[in-house]
């Protein structure tokens, strides 16, 4: 089945202690997006990747780290998480470009106390 | 306020009654997309609409673009309560850069 999945699901966590959020899709694209979605913001993008070693920044990035070593996963990095950073994250990947139809995970939840 | 509003912010409707939604943007777009959140899950992808396209039927869905109003509607026929979730527009704004920029959502209860 066709599908990108995240792990984990649902994560509560301490301010300073590093986690990542790990993507992984099956559908041979290129293209993958990490967003978060905040009530009454929608989504932003944080970070996208184009290919293999291809990373830029995207609204938000400030906070994150992202790699994309191989073609299949995009880890999202919280170096030092804060509770700003609470909120639903998705990764999403697409394969003719960024503004294409996407592909989402089914998200992960992130509560940072 | 942001590009691609929706409008109402939430929508209460009765099984078997039509859904309609309305998206606003500001800026010229290539395209517009329309996708459904259930609760907390993924988002997934209803239909894309181009520019120089102006409606377009998938199933139960008619999407409809006026590009001279910056406007898109999202209309769901003979609504069922697994109809029941948020929808969001996505534009690829013209000159926007590597994404799509949402908006805030419609949320939709379809009562039995």
């Known amino acids: 089945e066709a599908q990108v999945t995240q792990n984990p699901r649902y994560l509560i966590t301490v301010t300073g202690k590093k986690l990542t959020v790990t993507c992984s899709q099956n559908?041979?694209?290129?293209?993958m997006s990490w967003y978060r979605q905040d009530p009454g913001l929608g989504l932003r993008q944080i970070y996208y990747s184009m290919n293999v070693e291809v990373t830029d920044k995207g609204d938000v990035p400030e906070g994150y780290k992202v790699s994309r070593k191989e073609k299949r996963n995009f880890p999202l990095i919280l170096e030092s998480p804060s509770p700003n950073q609470t909120s639903l994250y998705f990764c999403?990947?697409?394969?003719?470009?960024?503004?294409?139809?996407?592909?989402f995970g089914p998200g992960t939840r992130l509560t940072v106390l | 306020s942001q590009q691609g509003e929706e409008d109402p912010q939430a929508l209460s409707i009765q099984e078997g009654e039509n859904a309609t939604m309305n998206c606003s943007y500001k800026?010229?777009?290539?395209?517009l997309q329309w996708y459904r959140q259930n609760s907390g899950r993924g988002l997934v992808h209803l239909i894309l609409i181009r520019s120089n396209e102006r409606e377009k039927h998938s199933g139960r869905l008619r999407v409809t673009l006026d590009t001279s109003k910056k406007s898109s509607s999202l209309l769901i026929t003979a609504s069922r309560a697994a109809d029941t979730a948020s929808y969001f527009c996505?534009?690829?704004?013209?000159?926007?850069?590597?994404?799509?920029?949402f908006g805030t959502g419609t949320q939709l209860k379809v009562e039995l």
């Open positions: 800026t010229s777009i290539n395209n």
């Open positions: 999403a990947s697409n394969k003719r470009g960024f503004t294409d139809t996407q592909y």
């Open positions: 559908m041979n694209h290129e293209y």
């Open positions: 996505a534009t690829d704004l013209t000159g926007g850069g590597n994404k799509l920029t």
